[in-house]
């Protein structure tokens, strides 16, 4: 912006500091961290603290620049959208150009400096996220196909591999498993509120399975997922980051997810509306706190495996 | 116009440039422990600069 830009801004219209934090989507953001932080505290080999907090970090950094090439292309959609109406892009704050800008070199940044604390395997991970997510998901998906949740959703699920990575250098069999939880998890996570949300995806020419199948196809859909979910979380536990904790903690969770995603699927539009979609909303909110606890219990697990008290 | 004399904009903008001092300076300070952290753990102290050095070349075994 020149300086005769610059000053025929008006107050309200200054983007602030937070404004730019805001393209970086900071709640998308918390998952990222906290899921790539078990993926490096459950490998077995350890790193120096420094080193897993620069990775953690940059790891992080990488999805908010990831998340900033995202509201830069979706801007249009964006301002049809009543929920994405306030984004620092349609509320005129933040100019596109420096939406991209800032992505484009958060991304060099993110890949470079994890390349350099950690490892050049986890750099071209982190790079690979960025581009299925901005790319993959954003630019050819999310407009085209009612599954763009369902693929789109490995780029959410990635963190841990890379977490993993950062520390083995590689990847094995645990954390594709915690990869595949994430990517299983997303579809019935999302499609819990798209049923209770009112949304304008349609408007924005978004296809949404609620949309463009129906709601009791994606009711079907979402016990489907679940079902499948199930022995991918339990799976998870017969492997070396197992242990009787989390094998305890997951079949309490996948239970009472797939209880949860059984009554879903028996209720029809009638029933749902005549308890505003209790059913749906207790879904979805459940289904925050499975993910939270499956990888809580993967982090107790390796503290007890360390202090030689639990594991296989 | 004095060098010192404070125009609107840097009032305007003064929570964003110090949030970008605070980055920068972050950043300045995360390299440095990283540099600390991997020197300690024995990281590489020196690499090839097109200077011949006795304790890069490999040593003559015959």
């Known amino acids: 912006m020149s300086d005769a830009t610059a000053n025929t801004s008006t107050q309200d ?23 790539a932080f078990v993926g490096l505290m459950v490998a077995p080999v350890g790193v120096p603290a420094v080193v897993g907090f620069a ?4 790891i ?3 999805g908010g620049a990831s998340g900033a090439l995202n509201m830069w292309y979706d801007a249009d959609i964006d301002r049809v959208m009543k929920r994405t109406q306030s984004r620092p892009i349609p509320s005129g704050k933040v100019a596109p150009g420096e939406a991209l800008s800032l992505g484009l070199w958060l991304s060099a940044l ?16 982190l790079a690979f996220t960025i581009f299925f997510y901005a790319v993959i998901y954003t630019m050819w998906l999310k407009r085209w196909t009612p599954q763009n949740i369902v693929i789109g959703g490995a780029a959410g699920a990635f963190p841990p591999m890379i977490g993993w990575a950062v520390a083995t250098g590689g990847v094995a069999i645990e954390s594709v498993l915690m990869f595949a939880l ?13 049923l209770f949300m ?38 998870l536990g017969l492997t070396s980051i197992g242990g009787p904790l989390y094998m305890a903690a997951a079949l309490v969770l996948n239970a009472l997810f797939v209880r949860g995603a059984w009554r879903v699927w028996r209720r029809d539009e009638d029933a ?6 209790g059913a749906e909303r207790r879904l979805f909110r459940f289904s925050l706190l499975y993910l939270f606890l499956h990888f809580g219990a993967l982090l107790a697990q390796s503290g007890l495996r360390t202090l030689d008290m639990g594991g296989w | 116009m004095p060098i010192t004399e404070t125009h609107e904009i840097h009032q305007r903008r003064f929570g964003r440039n110090l949030g970008v001092a605070l980055c920068l300076l972050g950043f300045v300070g995360l390299v440095f422990f990283l540099t600390i952290s991997k020197l300690r753990n024995g990281g590489t102290l020196e690499g090839f600069d097109h200077a011949v050095r006795p304790s890069l070349t490999v040593e003559d075994t015959e």
């Open chain 1, 13 to 35: 219209q200054e983007a602030q500091f937070g404004d730019y934090v805001a393209l970086l989507k900071p709640r998308v953001m918390s998952l990222v961290v906290f899921t």
């Open chain 1, 272 to 277: 749902a509306r005549a308890d505003a979609y």
């Open chain 1, 198 to 235: 009112k949304s304008d995806y349609d408007k924005a020419h978004v296809p949404m399975l609620t949309v463009t199948h129906g709601r009791p196809y994606t009711r079907r859909m979402i016990l489907i997922y679940t079902a499948l979910l199930v022995p991918v979380a339990l799976g």
């Open chain 1, 60 to 62: 992080a950094l990488g």
């Open chain 1, 55 to 58: 990775a953690i970090l940059f």
């Open chain 1, 110 to 125: 993110s890949v470079a400096m994890l390349g350099l604390a950690a490892n050049w395997f986890a750099a071209g991970f």
């Open chain 1, 182 to 194: 994430i990517f299983m998890w997303t579809p019935p996570h999302f499609w819990a509120l798209a």
